[in-house]
């Protein structure tokens, strides 16, 4: 069973804000002021990577030596890799704390990120489209990178053995990739809630986690992803953010250590968006 996402009994907020209720502030004003402050929390910055030593020209093609000095980068500036379903409690994580998410599947996160991953006991999601994925290594498929070029997808058992490391966990990324919002109410479901089947039952474990193919979604595919019955869904990029949709930020082959730590820099939102 997986532990609610509240404790019963529990309500949100941060110690101080609890303590400027608990007080009395003599100026209303003030103390409005300071709820507000206390109110905002951190957000846990997310980082999208794609394939990751594949050997190809895709600019989401990061090549492993340079994924392996990110990692270093990272740790280096004394951030803290969480599991991604932290980012639902930022107020129970680490000061600078960080996750890591991977799009697609494509075979080279077994045979190259994740080797960096394990040598730093690195947690991270793999966000699966589930009709790609192949039983096994006779059945492996291919699939496309923006810049046409095609890479092998993983299977299976790597999966598996990822799982097993105690490090990922698997979340759905729709069936086929496709643009969720072009759907009918059908095809929505087969892709939305068939994705998470195929995920329950292909590594026997929790599928609560849903990355929209492309980044894209509206209302109604936030909707799908929650009556599906996932916990938290992930978009890319700029937006409100908020428990489906959590904004991730998408690194690119090239960045150097200023590109990076720009890229994972503070944001603030205010956590009743997490916390529905
Ligand atoms: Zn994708």
Redesign the pocket.
Same mark, same amino acid.
């Given at each position: 069973m997986d532990p609610p996402v509240h404790p019963p009994g529990s309500s949100w907020a941060p110690p101080a804000a609890r303590a400027a209720v608990a007080g009395h502030g003599s100026a209303r004003g003030g103390l409005v002021l300071l709820l507000l402050f206390s109110a905002c929390t951190r957000e846990i910055p997310i980082l999208l990577y794609h394939e990751v030593g594949c050997g190809t020209r895709d600019a989401r093609d990061v090549p492993a030596a340079e994924f392996d000095q990110e990692l270093g980068w990272l740790a280096g500036a004394g951030y803290t890799f969480v599991p991604p379903e932290v980012v639902e409690h930022p107020e129970r994580a680490p000061d600078k704390a960080i996750a890591l998410t991977f !799009? !697609?599947g494509a075979a080279c996160l077994y045979t190259r990120a994740f080797p960096a991953l394990l040598r730093r006991r690195v947690p991270f999601a793999l966000f699966l *489209?589930t009709g790609w994925i192949g039983a096994d290594a006779a059945h492996r498929t291919r699939q496309k990178l923006e810049d046409g070029e095609e890479v092998d997808t993983l299977v299976w058992p790597e999966v598996a053995a990822m799982v097993k490391s105690g490090l990922a966990r698997v979340g759905a /990324?729709g069936r086929e /990739?496709v643009y969720l919002r072009k759907l009918g109410a059908a095809a929505l479901a087969n892709e939305v809630g068939g994705s998470r089947d195929d995920v329950l039952a292909r590594t026997g474990g929790v599928a609560d986690l849903f990355a929209y *193919?492309?980044g894209a979604f509206d209302g109604r595919v936030a909707g799908a992803a929650r009556a599906a019955g996932y916990r938290a869904a992930f978009a890319v990029g700029a937006g409100l953010g908020g428990t489906f949709a959590y904004r991730r930020r998408s690194v690119h082959r090239g960045a150097d250590e200023a590109a990076l730590m720009k890229l994972v820099g503070p944001a603030w939102i205010l956590p009743w968006l997490n916390h529905d």
């Open positions: !799009d !697609d *489209p /990324h /990739h *193919p492309f």
